[in-house]
């Protein structure tokens, strides 16, 4: 979906160091994201030992907030240094922090993790940034030019998975209300673009068809993806609020606000984007114009809340709204993008979100036959449902199976729909339970790790049957 935001390189890498120097500096990576978990473990202790000192009731919190960034950034940096995507490690550290603090802690470790207000509000900013950068690097221009490939492509990569989804759900838990489902099965729609265009861009092979046909039908996956959650999740409201589910007129009426509302941001942006860069440029101050996109991002996603939305469609709106064609939108020459400018706040935020989304699975409920079995079940889903994007593949000259393999990743956008879900209620609890949830994480760490092996694969073979 997103480029990777989650960690970044340090300066000093290793690379290009003798092997044995740089073995060691790899062992001082392990050795730091092994000690940032252990103090993630312990960090309850020492919260509450502060707390029942007296200290001023924010300290707790802004330990525990200090430690899970630190921890999460070196669980991304750890999976980097493995050729994997940040996203991975930032996740598995998140697993296994949730896991292990009823060892050292009691209940309380992963309540606070888990369920604390303020983390979870900070959670949602990450969110929001992450989508509104998502905004900013979307090609309008390039989706309209991805031609037929890609759009059938695109369309096959939302609605197989989909359907498998909602018929394992709907076969496994018969008694679930529909909308659980149907939710279950919206999980497994998107394709996280992000994770796709790194391995491509590591192999050198963004140039090549089928690499376009994987990026522009990704691209599109995800604006398609995030209509289907608007849709859901309105069907959800609807249900919640009317007791019943909602008519085909409803459906209609949420499809139709979510086309309009992103077509309005666009509209808007045409409009009015350029007095908006001029103005930011007569202040002299760079930071303006990053101050000006976070207060429009927030504020749309405020607004699609108002109109029966989720939060994030606002946010990806607002950069569409002052960059719809990707290219970069700075206050003056001289300056850096708003991209660039994000670049710092969105590597705070967006690793929280992933390591508190870690935190909330809990692996005894995976334990059963029956929530491991639902996982392995969403698992082949995933897999089978983005490789028959294979079909929608039309050029001549483009191998179909590499196609589909670069459609696998789910990453953050996966854990965007189940972090939703897991908060979103429906009748007495929420549409996911904690077996659903931890399901749907275990699906997303698989299929995040398949792509890039299974991309590496595809082209290395594609290699050497053309004798490069």
Not at 17 to 43: D, E, F, N
Not at 184 to 205: H, Q
Not at 215 to 228: E, F
């Amino acid at each position: 979906m997103a480029r990777e935001t989650g960690v970044h390189e340090f300066a000093d890498t290793g690379v290009g160091k003798p092997l044995a120097q740089r073995a060691t500096h790899y062992r001082s990576i392990a050795r730091w994201g092994c000690g940032g978990t252990v103090l993630g473990a312990a960090l309850p202790a020492v919260v509450w030992a502060a707390g029942e000192s007296g200290h001023a009731s924010f300290g707790p919190l802004l330990f525990a907030l200090g430690v899970l960034v630190v921890v999460a950034k070196a669980g991304g940096l750890l999976a980097e240094r493995w050729g994997q995507p940040s996203v991975l490690g930032e996740l598995l550290v998140g697993i296994a922090l949730g896991n292990l603090l009823p060892l050292v802690a009691g209940e309380q470790g992963p309540a606070l993790v888990r369920s604390d207000p303020a983390l979870q509000f900070l959670a949602e900013v990450g969110v929001l940034i992450l989508l509104f950068d998502v905004g900013l690097e979307a090609d309008l221009r390039a989706l309209v030019r991805v031609g037929p490939s890609s759009f059938l492509v695109a369309l096959i990569g939302i609605a197989v998975p989909i359907a498998l989804g909602w018929t394992a759900a709907a076969w496994l838990f018969p008694d679930a209300n529909s909308l659980v489902h149907m939710f279950i099965g919206a999980t497994l729609s998107a394709t996280s673009v992000g994770i796709t265009a790194r391995v491509l861009k590591d192999l050198g092979v963004t140039q090549r068809r089928e690499s376009q046909v994987i990026l522009g039908a990704a691209i599109l996956d995800d604006v398609l993806g995030l209509v289907v959650l608007a849709v859901v999740a309105g069907m959800v409201s609807a249900a919640g609020q009317e007791g019943a589910g909602p008519s085909t007129l409803a459906v209609a009426g949420i499809i139709l606000r979510a086309v309009l509302f992103l077509a309005v941001a666009v509209g808007v942006g045409q409009l009015f984007t350029g007095t908006i860069i001029r103005l930011a440029g007569r202040s002299g101050h760079p930071e303006i114009m990053l101050v000006i996109g976070l207060g429009l991002c927030f504020t749309m996603a405020f607004a699609a809340e108002l109109v029966g939305l989720a939060d994030i469609i606002g946010a990806f709106a607002a950069g569409l709204l002052l960059d719809p064609y990707g290219t970069g939108v700075r206050a003056r020459e001289d300056h850096a993008t708003l991209g660039e400018l994000l670049h710092p706040v969105s590597s705070l935020f967006v690793p929280l979100f992933f390591i508190l989304m870690g935190a909330k699975v809990h692996l005894e409920s995976l334990a059963t036959p029956m929530a491991l079995g639902f996982g392995g079940i969403l698992i082949v889903c995933a897999l089978v449902g983005k490789l028959a994007c294979a079909f929608g593949v039309i050029g001549r000259g483009i191998d179909r199976l590499t196609v589909a393999i670069g459609m696998i990743p789910r990453g953050e956008v996966g854990l965007i729909f189940a972090g939703i879900g897991a908060r979103t209620t429906l009748g007495s609890g929420p549409i996911l339970s904690e077996s659903h949830f931890s399901a749907i994480v275990l699906m997303v760490l698989v299929s995040t790790l398949v792509a890039p092996i299974g991309l590496r694969w595809a082209f290395h073979r594609l290699a050497a049957g053309s004798g490069r």
